[in-house]
């Protein structure tokens, strides 16, 4: 018939062509049909099918030289006969594809048979894991060697009724459903087919010891990995449909028979590309993507096939001459799913590093390939939570990631018509700063990943990726800050490891400890000269050295080492430093200030002198600000600096652990409290409080609208009676008082708080000078606002009055404060 | 949060709970430091009010006020507050901002403390990023419930990968 089938073609006038090409094509159901046929008799072995039918059937096909039924015929027979005869049989199957015409597609055909032995292959592997457990019923004691056979065929009757499936239903082949060529949609072919499935088996049955020894290994293949595979949950619904006569699992070389099932379909397949030099680049490259598929199908676990099928791709670049660059779209594509692989497949992404030519054959592919690889690989990383413990392992990530860190021409250049290199045929990658943060951010993220196992190889991690990424030129601002504050945190869990006695023990710890915070300012004065003077980075930058300043100068381990008070007092200079050189903003230097105000209030662990010259800094920054408001609280926030006093969150003891003494617990931490307390007081100066105070005020005073000036009284107000609490003497209750009079003179004296004045024009009055810096905007207009929080604080003067008299806090005494005036009465009218 | 500075995510465990839907607002203390992750926290709900942090850009206020069933909440990072995390600071913070619930961050540390007629809550870091003042932070966060003059905080806690849950309430005098 398929004689006839061809002759059709070349019969007729050659303009009536597309016309008997359409006619041909509904034809070929009918051609189709026999295959089917036959693929369904009943009593057909395999050995038969293998010696007797198929190269008949095959010289069939290549001899009629048509592309239309030599495809079609192809396609067919892959999907009428069963797998594991195609197994058998590949070799053949191979031979004749060889044969067939050029401009047969090879792709469609070779494809679909790899999918479906793949597909094969992890069904085996997932009916091993899903049906060791039951016994075998030992019914027959041939069929201890049909084990192919029976789940296989007992699946298929019982899916019958779950007809519609994917394709990893074991009955695909014989109930021709949604994703079969063949257009045979009827249900009574189904229903026959099946039928001569269940026929088949008897002979098949018996023919077991006859079959072939290799497919029979190959189908009993029950890989020992649990890789979670979709096809694993189709196949357990049918299984547990069924009794399973599988017995248990005849461990009989399975790895190495997959392996060696699948050196043979590749070597098969590599032939036959090889041999076919005009194969397009893209179909060869699809084939070998999946026969990827297969090698992770049948067994994940050795890198050695994948890596394999990848050198030989290399070869095929390589020896088709092709440059990088002028890979063709659909090629690329190709590519990139090949590469992308393995990495869906690996539980572990970080296996991807033992394929040797991974790396290489990335290397060679085009920008965009590269980085949505890298991408991915991030990713995986990021979702499975996968952390690096080895310095081969950070540094191959690293590399494998290098395209996201070198910054592409097109982004330097800023218009995407530039190709500067031969590299970009088609349209980047846009480069604005959103996506470029994200993938920048991705990188940052993994350095979160990286555990060492102890506390001196972290540090070695973290330099292995820092030098990875310095590769980015100023694309480091997204990821350094990643690394430092990795590098910060160890100095923790190095406080911890302080050696008790000094000795060896305690230098090679300072050693360390140093190396650390040189690490530490290395990293960030980098930052800093690739920014390029950028302000945003610069206040990174400076938040970074604060950070580390802090972590420095807190903790008890770390307080009479020299070291470490000259670092932190260094990190503190740097931080100046990048104030003085780069931040220029009024806004910004109000910020930076009091974060450097805040960490130097936090630091307990320096010299009387070392603080000192610090906070003579700041005050002097201080009062170099643009703005009063701005410049008065700086001058009370460095008030603060000068009184310090224990957080009462340190007072609170440890709780108890299992097999601990509760008194010398209680010892212990009451020795630690009056440690901290002696470090945080040490330079508590009470006059210097008072002199900063009362600074602030006069500049406060200054201010041109005396809304904003009694809004700030108010707050000198809230912070003298802070000092006040605590006890710091040179606040006396003189001031306070003369200060709160003050409030009462100005907001009488001034005419938007004038009662008698309609209130449009008292709220009018308040236009001053903007108070950017303030921690809070009222809504409702400044004067009413001044008034109730001046209220609010007397209120809470009172209450602390009546607390001190009671007696029973501790509290300094209030009583000579004077805070209920008769004014007050009239205020509540306001 | 500090992502993607000082840590590479929320936790797992924080995220299955943290369902789009079921949450009224958020109320950040800020240093997200990443768009995407503001993005994430608009996805759970689209009222979200965060304060800047030092590592944030500019584009968000310093603080905010919210008025919730006759109750006032401020929010604010804390970090332009000298000292940061004190006690009376954060009381003085609140009187200045006349709240009766003060959200603040920056320390990293959890805290939930009524102090003056006023409640203070620190609700943490929620991946547990450290802090200088915090060195070995554990991810926490607060879902506030708030009802008539009442507020019921549960903290949840990340302690040896668990989720532990506690509850603490305040009633305005």
């Known amino acids: 018939m398929n004689k006839l089938w061809v002759r059709l073609q070349h019969q007729g006038l050659s303009r009536d062509k597309e016309r008997r090409e359409a006619e041909r094509r509904d034809l070929r159901t009918l051609v189709g049909s026999n295959l089917l046929r036959l693929a369904s008799l009943g009593g057909v072995s395999r050995s038969t099918y293998e010696e007797a039918i198929l190269p008949r059937l095959l010289s069939q096909v290549v001899s009629c030289r048509d592309t239309l039924a030599q495809e079609y015929l192809m396609e067919a027979l ?155 949950n189709g196949v357990a619904e049918v299984i547990e449909g069924v009794t399973l006569d599988v017995p248990g699992p005849t461990k009989c070389n399975e790895v190495d028979t997959l392996a060696s099932l699948f050196s043979s379909f590749w070597s098969h397949v590599s032939g036959l590309i090889e041999s076919r030099p005009d194969l397009p680049l893209h179909d060869a490259i699809a084939i070998c993507a999946s026969m990827l598929r297969l090698s992770l199908a049948c067994n994940p676990q050795p890198a050695e096939p994948v890596d394999n099928v990848l050198a030989f791709v290399r070869e095929q670049l390589r020896a088709r001459d092709l440059s990088p660059g002028a890979h063709n779209p659909a090629t690329a594509n190709q590519l990139l799913s090949l590469l992308l692989g393995p990495l869906r497949a690996y539980p572990n992404p970080l296996k991807v590093l033992e394929l040797g030519n991974y790396g290489p054959l990335l290397e060679s592919q085009a920008e965009r390939t590269r980085k949505s690889v890298a991408v991915a690989l991030l990713t995986a990383i990021l979702q499975r939570n996968t952390t690096m413990t080895t310095e081969e392992e950070v540094a191959g990530i690293v590399r494998l990631c290098a395209s996201l860190m070198s910054k592409a021409p097109e982004a330097q250049s800023g218009s995407l018509g530039h190709v500067s290199t031969s590299e970009m045929p088609y349209p980047g990658t846009p480069f604005d700063e959103d996506d470029l943060a994200e993938e920048q951010g991705l990188l940052a993220r993994l350095v979160h990943l990286i555990r060492g196992p102890d506390v001196v190889s ?36 190095f406080a911890a490891m302080k050696p008790e006695e000094s000795g060896a023990a305690r230098s090679e710890w300072i050693k360390r400890v140093r190396q650390l915070c040189r690490f530490i300012q290395a990293t960030i004065s980098v930052l800093v000269e690739r920014s390029s003077g950028s302000p945003l980075v610069a206040e990174l930058a400076l938040q970074l050295y604060l950070a580390s300043a802090q972590a420095a100068s807190m903790s008890p381990a770390f307080r009479d080492e020299q070291t470490l008070e000259e670092a932190a007092y260094e990190f503190i200079v740097q931080a100046f430093t990048i104030y003085e050189e780069h931040i220029n903003e009024s806004r910004a230097q109000y910020q930076a200030l009091m974060l450097v105000i805040n960490a130097l209030h936090a630091s307990r662990n320096f010299s009387a002198e070392n603080y000192e010259t610090l906070v003579a800094k700041c005050v002097q920054h201080g009062s170099r600000l643009l703005k009063r408001p701005d410049q008065t609280r700086v001058a009370y926030a460095c008030a603060q600096l000068w009184w310090k006093t224990l957080p009462d969150s340190e007072l609170i003891p440890p709780p108890l652990e299992v097999g601990q003494d509760e008194a010398q617990v209680e010892r212990a931490h009451a020795e630690r409290v009056e440690h901290e307390r002696s470090a945080i007081e040490q330079h508590n100066n009470g006059d210097k409080v008072l002199a900063h105070l009362q600074r602030s005020l006069k500049v406060a005073d200054s201010c041109l609208d005396p809304v904003l000036s009694i809004r700030l009284f108010v707050e000198l107000l809230n912070q003298s009676t802070m000092h006040y609490e605590r006890r710091c003497l040179a606040v006396t209750p003189k001031y306070i008082n003369d200060l709160i009079d003050l ?60 607390l001190a008299a009671s007696g029973s806090y501790n509290l300094p005494d209030f009583s000579a404060i004077r805070c209920v005036e008769p004014e007050d009465e009239r205020s509540s009218e306001w | 949060m500090h992502i993607p500075q000082r840590a590479a995510d929320i936790p797992a465990k924080f995220r299955k709970l943290l369902v789009p839907g079921k949450i009224d607002q958020i109320l950040c203390t800020g240093n997200l430091s990443d768009r995407a992750t503001y993005e994430y926290l608009r996805g759970i709900t689209p009222h979200v009010h965060v304060a800047r942090g030092e590592y944030d850009d500019r584009t968000f206020p310093i603080s905010a006020r919210l008025a919730e069933q006759d109750l006032t909440l401020g929010l604010v990072n804390g970090h332009l507050m000298v000292p940061g995390g004190d006690v009376d600071t954060l009381a003085a913070t609140a009187r200045m901002m006349d709240v009766d619930v003060l959200v603040t961050g920056n320390t990293h540390r959890f805290e939930a403390y009524e102090e003056q007629g006023r409640f203070f809550i620190n609700p943490g870091s929620i991946t547990g990023a450290f802090s200088p003042l915090e060195m070995q932070a554990i991810p926490s966060f607060v879902l506030m419930e708030v009802k008539l003059g009442h507020v019921v905080a549960y903290v949840y806690q990340l302690v040896n990968d668990e989720v532990v849950v506690d509850r603490i309430e305040y009633k305005k005098e």
């Open chain 1, 743 to 802: 409030i009462r003179t100005s907001t009488a004296n001034i005419e938007a708080f004038d009662s008698s004045m309609p209130e449009p024009t008292r709220a009018a009055a308040d236009t001053g000078v903007a108070d950017v810096n303030a921690l809070y905007s009222p809504e409702m207009p400044m004067n009413t606002y001044v008034l109730h929080y001046f209220q609010r604080t007397l209120e809470y003067i009172q209450s602390r009055k009546d």
């Open chain 1, 458 to 493: 972290q540090l070695s991690l973290l330099t292995v990726a820092r030098d990875a990424f310095s590769q980015g030129g100023d694309l480091v601002r997204y990821t350094y800050p990643a690394v430092v504050a990795g590098a910060t945190r160890l100095l923790g869990p």
């Open chain 1, 78 to 232: 892959v999907q009428a006969f069963s797998d594991e005869w195609h197994l058998a049989t590949i070799g053949q199957l191979m031979e004749a594809i060889t044969g067939l015409s050029p401009k047969v597609s090879i792709k469609t055909i070779v494809i679909p048979l790899v999918d479906r032995v793949s597909a094969y292959a992890s069904r085996r592997r997932e009916e091993k894991d899903k049906g060791s457990p039951t016994p075998s019923n030992d019914d027959s004691g041939d069929e201890d060697k049909d084990k192919d056979g029976l789940p296989e065929t007992k699946g298929r009757k019982t899916s019958r009724p779950h007809s519609v499936k994917s394709a990893d239903e074991g009955d695909s082949e014989r109930q021709p459903t949604a994703q079969e060529d063949i257009s045979i949609s009827d249900q009574e072919h189904v229903e026959s087919h099946s039928q001569s499935a269940s026929d088949a088996e008897a002979p098949l049955e018996e023919d077991a010891a006859a079959l072939d020894s290799s497919v029979q290994e190959a189908a009993q293949i029950l890989a020992s990995t649990s890789l979670d595979d979709d096809d694993g």
